[in-house]
């Protein structure tokens, strides 16, 4: 297992990251490969530019390990230009995670809530076929090269870890987050990344984190997260 670095070399990450495409507008899509060269699992992040916390989160506890994790590969920002613009879609408008070409993959314009406690009311689009966005398919890419055992993608503001396999690792983290296990979102989530992994055949856990301030997360998130990379749960199922 990993040991933790001394806060004053937490400045920069450990190695730099391999690109796996560019998004919409030419921003590189990077990933950090793990130590190892294998991939048992694969924690992706910010594929909703509304939710940077998860990228931040992600990053600090990667940068608080003295090595990089041994079977865990990690992506922090999937959407750069969402990112960047601070949009839950890319650059096209265009909800990525809607937009990957599952069975259920809909046409139809896609809605989400202004804040929390809104209505579905803002529109984006799924994009004009599944898998039209260059985010998309360079992600579906590098899942196909890395084949993980494991899928874990980061989102908030909900709180719940969604396991549709209701495996080992997602009580794992129930029980260091307290927060609780789902089968499902209970809601529609067509042409979403974990139906595409889903029907791929690979478990995947979707975490979303609570509502909590960032410098709240990084006392309760980040600890689980470092426990995670540094290999305290070895068993993906």
Same mark, same amino acid.
């Given at each position: 297992?990993? $040991? ?11 190695? !730099? ?17 793990? +130590? ?22 992600l990053s600090k506890a990667m940068r608080m390990l003295d090595a990089m994790p041994e079977r865990t590969?990690?992506?922090?920002? +999937?959407?750069? #230009? ?19 070409? $599952? ?13 929390? #406690? ?16 260059? !985010? ?16 874990? +993608?980061?989102? =908030?503001?909900? =709180?719940?870890? #969604? ?6 690792? +997602? ?19 067509? =042409? ?27 006392h309760t998130t980040v600890p689980v997260l470092v426990e995670l990379l540094s290999g305290a749960f070895t068993s993906p199922e």
């Open positions: 297992m990993s $040991t933790i670095r001394p806060v004053g070399n937490r400045g920069t990450h450990l190695s !730099e990251p391999i690109e796996y495409g560019r998004s919409v507008i030419g921003n590189c899509l990077e990933y950090w490969p793990s +130590a190892s060269g294998e991939t048992d699992v694969l924690i992706i992040s910010g594929i909703h530019g509304e939710e940077p916390d998860c990228t931040v989160i590969a990690i992506v922090t920002c +999937a959407n750069p #230009d969402g990112i960047n613009r601070g949009t839950r879609g890319n650059a096209n408008g265009v909800d990525l995670n809607r937009n990957f070409p $599952t069975a259920d993959w809909s046409s139809d314009s896609v809605t989400h809530r202004w804040t929390i #406690d809104c209505g579905n009311e803002v529109q984006l689009s799924s994009g004009e076929v599944g898998g039209s966005e260059p !985010e998309a398919t360079a992600l579906i890419e590098l899942v196909e090269k890395l084949k993980p055992k494991q899928l874990i +993608a980061l989102h =908030g503001p909900l =709180g719940w870890i #969604d396991d549709p396999d209701d495996s080992k690792l +997602a009580h794992w983290i129930s029980e260091k987050t307290g927060l609780p296990v789902v089968a499902d979102a209970g809601y529609p989530t067509p =042409g979403s990344f974990g139906t595409w992994a889903a029907e791929r055949g690979t478990p995947i856990i979707t975490w979303e984190f609570p509502i909590e301030g960032i410098e709240t997360m990084f």
